[in-house]
């Protein structure tokens, strides 16, 4: 095959698998946001619960998520293991015939511009309250308002 084919192939096959574990992950986190009951229909005054075809939907969506995030994940590490070493392996005839120190400034430019970037971001997406789940207090037996992240079991009475 041509190397055009091969990289169109990878390409396809990247794209897939970062699909899958998306569409995984929403699918999971849509099950877990309705059994929080943090989900009120319009019009509805009490939220979304267990028995409804809402609910049993989502718990369908999670059936197919987690399949897709187990099958997904292990392919991309693997993608990217191999990625970087294919990419280390051929960087050093990049620059072959130069000093070790020659270009250092370089790497202090990447990473200055990766800082720059990604320390305001975190902070901003942090304070927006991104990906964190307020429980409802009337949710909870104690009467307290519960925070719930993404890594948090949630479980309804």
């Known amino acids: 095959l041509s190397p055009v084919c091969l990289g169109s192939l990878r390409r396809a096959a990247s794209i897939n698998a970062e699909y899958m574990?998306?569409?995984?992950?929403?699918?999971?986190?849509?099950?877990?946001?309705?059994?929080?009951?943090?989900l009120t229909l319009p019009g509805a005054d009490k939220p979304?619960?267990?028995g409804t075809d809402i609910h049993a939907?989502?718990?369908?969506?999670?059936?197919?998520?987690?399949?897709?995030?187990?099958?997904?994940?292990?392919s991309l590490n693997i993608l990217m293991k191999l990625m970087t070493m294919i990419?280390?392996?051929f960087a050093k005839d990049q620059f072959k015939g130069e000093d070790t120190w020659d270009k250092w400034y370089i790497?202090?430019?990447?990473?200055?511009?990766?800082?720059?970037?990604?320390v305001p971001l975190t902070l901003w997406m942090r304070k927006q309250g991104f990906g964190k789940l307020e429980l409802p207090a009337e949710r909870q037996s104690d009467g307290d308002a519960?925070?719930?992240?993404?890594?948090t079991s949630l479980t309804t009475a």
């Open 87 to 89: 990419s280390l392996v």
């Open 48 to 50: 979304v619960g267990k």
């Open 146 to 151: 519960k925070e719930v992240n993404e890594m």
């Open 57 to 74: 939907a989502v718990v369908t969506g999670d059936t197919i998520g987690d399949p897709f995030k187990d099958t997904s994940g292990p």
């Open 21 to 38: 574990a998306n569409s995984g992950g929403a699918w999971d986190n849509a099950k877990k946001y309705v059994e929080a009951g943090l």
């Open 107 to 118: 790497a202090v430019i990447i990473a200055v511009v990766f800082m720059l970037i990604t």
